[in-house]
């Protein structure tokens, strides 16, 4: 088993009702077939596999359900075993989902959706990802059409206004150093789901008299951000705080209810033996950490704000590099 790289921890790391704060993971994958991910995972975890429908899985463990499905909705529904059709199609049914599964297995990715685990437990993210790794799981690099990503779902340390804000306004001053440091691939760089915020509405975030009420946020990034594609998805947060406002912009049975924030940025980059899970939670922490130091936050908020002005210093310098620059400085990488 690989020892954890998990170095660093949020600065906060209880909910303000005196729990530990938890994260779901989402991983997407392939070059494991679909019973293979799921023999290995449910070795690995310690748990017990339970087939829900043709392509998805529950692994029930200690510290709750993994979901290991096809991430297709299509293909997941497809049932040519159905009574209801012609007896013909039915004898052909075992040979087409043989093709089918074939070619699903190769071209869609395989999920592997994680229980709310504490942030004492992330180990267990870290070690299975490197032991899949092993086992031959490919990610986004191993070729054009695959665009895979790991997405994380950590929970907030509260749902106040101004806590949700610092949140957003320290990923939008570091939404250019983080899409550098989990190096996109090309692949997913062609999709739309992991847009930036709109222009106008980064520019109202980053205002140092920001501080809207709970409907006055939400109607704010709702009006130029009704879409679950963007880098930061917040319609899960939106969901669990006001679900009937929410369903005035937007209505998606895809969005899941939770009191959490939803990233979506990093590629998962599996078969790179340099690349683990600690590779994109490490970076995360970074934000953390930055959002509960309202000093440094303002000071960033600030300095992110003069990059949008014309000046020799911004055209001979990246806010990538800029912001990269500035977390040394001040100790945060």
Same mark, same amino acid.
């Given at each position: 088993?690989?020892?954890s ?39 690995l ?24 499905e ?6 997941? =529904?497809?049932?040519?075993?159905? *009574? ?13 989902? @043989?093709?089918?599964d ?23 993210? *870290? ?14 690099r ?99 705080l006001?679900? =009937? ?23 998962? @980059? ?11 939670w ?8 930055l ?5 440094d ?5 600030r ?16 806010w ?14």
């Amino acid at each position: 088993m690989s020892s954890s790289k998990l170095s660093n921890m949020p600065v906060s790391t209880q909910t303000t009702g005196g729990n530990e704060r938890k994260v779901g993971v989402e991983i997407e994958l392939s070059g494991l077939s679909y019973d293979a991910l799921i023999d290995h995972a449910s070795r690995l975890l310690g748990g017990k596999p339970e087939l829900r429908s043709r392509y998805v899985t529950s692994i029930k463990t200690e510290d709750g359900d993994y979901t290991i499905e096809l991430d297709s909705d299509p293909i997941k =529904d497809l049932n040519l075993a159905d *009574e209801g059709l012609p007896t013909s199609i039915r004898e052909l049914a075992s040979h087409a989902m @043989d093709a089918i599964d074939f070619a699903a297995e190769k071209i869609v990715p395989l999920e592997i959706v994680g229980p709310p685990l504490p942030l004492s437990k992330l180990h267990i993210m *870290e070690t299975l990802v490197d032991e899949l790794r092993d086992l031959g799981a490919l990610g986004s690099r191993e070729a054009i059409y695959f665009a895979f990503g790991l997405q994380l779902n950590p929970e907030l340390p509260d749902l106040e206004p101004g806590t949700i804000v610092r949140y957003l306004q320290a990923f939008a001053a570091l939404y250019d150093w983080l899409k550098s440091r989990h190096q996109i691939d090309i692949s997913r760089k062609f999709t739309t789901y992991i847009e930036p915020w709109s222009a106008k509405y980064t520019e109202k975030l980053m205002q140092d008299s920001y501080a809207p009420d709970l409907k006055g946020l939400m109607k704010d990034y709702l009006d130029s951000n009704p879409t679950r594609n963007r880098a930061l998805d917040l319609l899960p947060l939106f969901a669990h705080l006001d679900a =009937d406002y929410l369903a005035e912009y937007v209505q998606d049975p895809r969005i899941k209810s939770r009191p959490t924030l939803h990233y979506r940025l990093p590629d998962c @980059d599996i078969d790179n033996p340099d690349w683990h899970f600690s590779s994109v939670w490490n970076d995360w922490v970074v934000l953390e950490k930055l959002a509960n130091n309202a000093q440094d936050l303002a000071a960033l908020r600030r300095k992110f704000r003069e990059a949008q002005e014309l000046s020799f210093h911004n055209l001979t310098h990246s806010w990538a590099d800029t912001t990269q620059q500035w977390l040394q400085e001040h100790g945060y990488v």
